[in-house]
């Protein structure tokens, strides 16, 4: 089992930045493709950035002003958020697959943090 923590989210103002953190535990995630996904208040949760190996690939509304970043040494993915909208605004998930396929979908992915808010206001 893969336990995933997420922390670093908060209130910001627009065009400010924030860093997300994603510890795992159980089990080492080096070689698992690791993904951030987003759910804003009556939304369906979306995909926002994954890392498959060192290829990263982001949605568009956030490319550009995301990064997705993963340091194996601490079993830990980071999502750097630049340039914040209010449109950003959403709980943000950071998940593990355990395949390497349509990893843009959520109902790929094994295990999932609890979440942490991130709030711009405008």
């Known amino acids: 089992q893969v336990q995933l923590a997420e922390s670093g989210g908060g209130l910001v103002q627009a065009g400010g930045s924030l860093r997300l953190s994603c510890v795992a535990s159980?089990?080492?995630?080096?070689?698992?493709?690791m993904g951030w996904f987003r759910q804003a208040p009556g939304k369906e949760r979306e995909f926002v950035a994954r890392?498959?190996?060192?290829?990263?690939s982001y949605a568009d509304s956030v490319k550009g002003r995301f990064t997705i970043s993963r340091d194996n040494a601490k079993n830990s993915v980071y999502l750097q958020m630049n340039s914040l909208k209010p449109e950003d605004t959403a709980v943000y998930y950071c998940?593990?697959?355990?395949?390497?396929?349509?990893?843009?979908?959520?109902?790929?992915?094994?295990?999932w943090g609890q979440g942490t808010q991130v709030t711009v206001s405008s």
């Open positions: 998940a593990a697959a355990l395949g390497p396929y349509d990893l843009d979908k959520a109902s790929r992915y094994d295990y």
């Open positions: 159980g089990r080492t995630v080096s070689s698992y493709p």
């Open positions: 890392m498959l190996w060192n290829a990263e």
